[in-house]
Every structure is written in structure tokens, then in C-alpha cells.
Nanobody
């Protein structure tokens, strides 16, 4: 069982930056692809970004490409989401996930574990 705990959410203004963190409790962290997903009120959960176990491959949704950066530190069992140039439409609960394949995560497949989520609110 892998526990994922997100942190770093909050209320910011449009154009601001925010960094989300996700701590994973597992000795085999580097074997998991990791991803970030978000769910806005009244909408389905959507893929945001994913990173392979080694960190060598990253994937982004079109809506965040060029603004968000996913990274991981396998020595600390941490994955991060740096969010720049935030927009009101980025407002959502952001959750991290651990799975078998970063590519599969881009279509919300192959996910074994989910975190509880952290709220990000962007005001205009």
C-alpha cells in the first residue's frame, strides 16, 4: 500500500505561481510513474501532468503545457508540480497519483494509488 499526501495548495491571484508537493510512503518510489490530476466543481477529473519513474519522461495536458512543470526527487520520495501564470480556470482540487506508466496516466489509466487532494483557488 502506498500513501500519497499532497501539500502546497492555497488561494492565489491570477498570474501568480504555486508549487504543489506530494510525499509518497513507499520504499520502491522510483518504480512508480507519478502524476497530477485535478477536478473542478461540477467537472470530471482530468489529467494534468505525469512523470516516469526515472524522471526522464514528462507529459502534460495541452491546457497547462508551458506553464506547469512536474518533477520528482527519488531520494526524498517526492513529486512536485510547479504552477506558473495561474489562471482562474486552474481552480480545482489537485491530486497526485502513483501508477504503472506515465503514458497511461495521460488517459487516466494504470493508476494504483491516489492522494486525498489539495485545493488550489485562483482569483481573477
Amino acid at each position: 500500500q502506498v500513501q500519497l499526501v499532497e501539500s502546497g495548495g492555497g488561494l492565489v491571484q491570477a498570474g501568480d505561481s504555486l508549487r504543489l508537493s506530494c510525499a509518497a510512503s513507499t520504499r520502491t518510489f522510483s518504480t512508480y510513474a507519478m502524476g497530477w490530476f485535478r477536478q473542478a466543481p461540477g467537472k470530471e477529473r482530468e489529467f494534468v501532468a505525469a512523470i516516469s519513474g526515472s524522471g526522464g519522461s514528462t507529459y502534460y495536458s495541452d491546457s497547462v503545457k508551458g506553464r506547469f512543470t512536474i518533477s520528482r526527487d527519488n531520494t526524498k520520495n517526492m513529486v512536485y508540480l510547479q504552477m506558473n501564470s495561474l489562471k482562474p480556470e486552474d481552480t480545482a482540487v489537485y491530486s497526485c497519483a502513483a501508477g504503472t506508466s506515465a503514458v497511461a496516466m495521460t488517459t487516466t489509466r494504470g493508476i494504483n494509488y491516489w492522494g486525498q487532494g489539495t485545493q488550489v483557488t485562483v482569483s481573477s
